[in-house]
Each structure stands twice: as structure tokens, then as C-alpha cells.
């Protein structure tokens, strides 16, 4: 049974013809949905099979006795796989835990940036174990983000930071100082811009800016995501371009005045508001994290879902109060495997906005 021969569900085998167990088992092990390819397509190893009525054909098989197959630990396999296919086309919630690889094209190199990220099996309460859309649409912008984050620029990075040590060489330092820097700044990679990501989540977004750029990233999450965070990270290291830490913050808690304050040059924040909490929570974070320099700049991608309208629109407000304004900004579309179906059993396009942020008046 050739994969290109296979069109509909009715050219599967069916159970009224009592198959073998080799010939289910293969046939399910076909029926295998890959790894999202966020592109709004599910594909299936068989990528020849229409998937209407798939999920009634794997249900059917969960449903009989199979009473022909006299080898019960062929048949507990059989519904097993029969009902691992079925989760596989219930939703990302009803999936086990799961790897997938993330490419990235770039204008300027034949060999695409390549991301592997482990998934844990996603719980309501542990929602960073998922990578959401928005995660994937920042990923994949970033490389077109150059001419409007200086950091990223090195010609504006280097006027500036020009500009930093002749300001610094005119400082004396501190009283009590010696001249020293605090144990916290001395551990960091202080020659290298400094970008943090809040709500890194399994940290596509910040593994891709190392992979692109020459800055240090610091992701951050609450400590129940931070093991997965941690292990993507050992995972990818290996060919950044930056470097990469990961590391706990929690919003409700500002930090101490040495951790984190107004160290870094750009913040990236991707679908950050699920609270009404969160708003205030992330503004507040941006204040305390983001350095007063006009070069400064914040990017957020945040889907366009009508229950988190007025979460947006206080998350707005809060940054124009804090003197912050949008540079750039626009919306896309993309297809998310957290989202319903339609009535044809076809994914819901989401739409998101991304904005680019940076300080209207800096001394």
C-alpha cells in the first residue's frame, strides 16, 4: 500500500474486512500527524490522506472488539496508536509531550536558522510549556526587525556605544565604590548588548535572536517553566551567534535594584496578557527592566482575541503613560494548534499585532 495511491479515508483499510494486525498497525503508524508546521496545514507521514473522517475511522477501531486478532498484546497496541492518532486531531491540550523544529529562511544565507524545542504534555496551569503562535511570529520576523532595533544594527550600536564611553570616561565613580561594579553585573557577558524576553515560555523567541545576533538574551519565566526553558536551552546552544541564559522572574514581584534594573537595551515580550493582572504586571517590568536611552526598544506581538480587548488596550495605556511610543507597529495572521475548528474542520486563522516601542523623550 503506497502513501501516493491513498486519497480518502474509504482506501483505508476498514474493519469489516477483519485487516491483519501488521496491516492496522501500519496503517496508524501512516496516520501519525507530524509536528505542527504553523502554516495552517496538518500533514500526516501518508501526506496524501485527506484527513475528513479520520477521526471517525480511528474511532472505530478503538470501538471494536477486534475479535479476529487473537494476540492480545497486538491489539493492545493496536488501540494504543488508534488512540494516540485520535489525540493527535483533539487539540494541543489532549497531546503528549512533544519535539518540534522551528526554520527560519534568511535573505542573506542559504542555511536557515533551526530551532529544536521540547514541549511537556500542556496543563492549564503550565501554559509556558506551549510555544504559542506569537512566539513563532516574532521568530520569524526578527531578521526583518534589523533597521529599527539598533542594537541590531551595528553601525548605530557602534555610534552608541561611542557615545556610552565618553559619557562613562567623564563619571567619576561612586563614593564607596572603588570603582566596582556590583558581583551581579560581573557574572554577565557585559560586552555584548543585553536583550531580555519575558515570558520566554520554551524559548523559541530568545534562541532565535541569539541565533541571529551577537547579544546576550536573558529569557525569563516562573520557576515551574524554567526546567523546560533550561533543557531547550542545552539543546540549542551549540552555533549562536550570542549568548544565553535563562533565568526566574515573576512580574508580580519587582526585583531588587541591582537584578535586572534598567540593564537592558531591548525587551521582547510575545503574547504576555492572559490576567487582568497582566497589564499593569508587564508595564510595570518594562519600567524597571528597559534602559532610559532613546536606543532602547520593546517588542510585543500580542494575538487580537475579543476576551483579552481590554487587557490590550490597559497594556497600551501603560506604556504611553510611562513615556514610551510606537514606532512600528502592524498585524498578521497565522494559525495557532491551540485554537477551535471550523464547522469544515479547518483551523481559524488569528490575527496578531506587533509593535516596536521606544522612548519619546530621553535626557
Known sequence: MEDETISTVHELP?????????????????????P??????????????NENGVPKYLTSIIASPLAWIEDEELKE????????????????????????????????????VSIS????????????????????????????????IPIFNPAAEAQL?????????????????????????????????????LGAGTGLVGLT????????????????????????????????KGTISAEVLDWSIIPAENDFAERFSLIIAADPLYSPDHPAWLVA????????????????????????KPEIQKFKDGMHALGLLVLEEDEEGGFDDWEEMDEEGERVEVRCWWAVWGWGYVE
Open 285 to 308: 517590568t518594562i519600567r524597571h527592566t528597559l534602559k532610559k536611552d532613546r536606543n532602547a526598544r520593546v517588542i510585543v506581538e500580542l494575538p487580537l482575541r475579543d476576551v483579552y
Open 117 to 148: 524545542l521540547h514541549e511537556p504534555s500542556l496543563t492549564a496551569d503550565n501554559l509556558g510549556h506551549k510555544t504559542w503562535l506569537a512566539s513563532y511570529l516574532i521568530a520569524k520576523r526578527l531578521s526583518k526587525l534589523t533597521p529599527h
Open 14 to 34: 476498514q474493519i469489516y474486512t477483519e485487516p491483519s494486525p501488521y496491516i492496522l498497525l501500519t496503517t496508524l503508524d501512516r496516520l501519525e500527524l507530524l
Open 36 to 49: 505542527d508546521p504553523w502554516n495552517g496545514a496538518q500533514i500526516t507521514k501518508a501526506n496524501h490522506i
Open 209 to 240: 535572536c541569539a541565533s541571529l545576533y551577537p547579544v546576550h538574551v536573558c529569557m525569563t519565566d516562573l520557576p515551574a517553566i524554567l526546567p523546560n526553558l533550561q533543557a531547550n536551552v542545552d539543546a540549542n546552544w551549540r552555533g549562536l
Open 161 to 197: 556605544s561611542l557615545r556610552q564611553q565618553n559619557k562613562q570616561a567623564l563619571q567619576e565613580p561612586p563614593p564607596g565604590s572603588n570603582g566596582q561594579r556590583d558581583s551581579h553585573s560581573d557574572s554577565l557577558p557585559s560586552n555584548k548588548p543585553q536583550v531580555i524576553e
Open 77 to 112: 497496541q493496536i488501540y494504543k496508536s488508534a488512540s494516540l492518532r485520535l489525540s493527535e486531531r483533539s487539540g494541543r491540550a489532549a497531546i503528549p509531550s512533544i519535539t518540534r523544529t522551528f526554520q527560519f529562511p534568511l535573505s542573506n544565507s542559504s542555511t536557515p
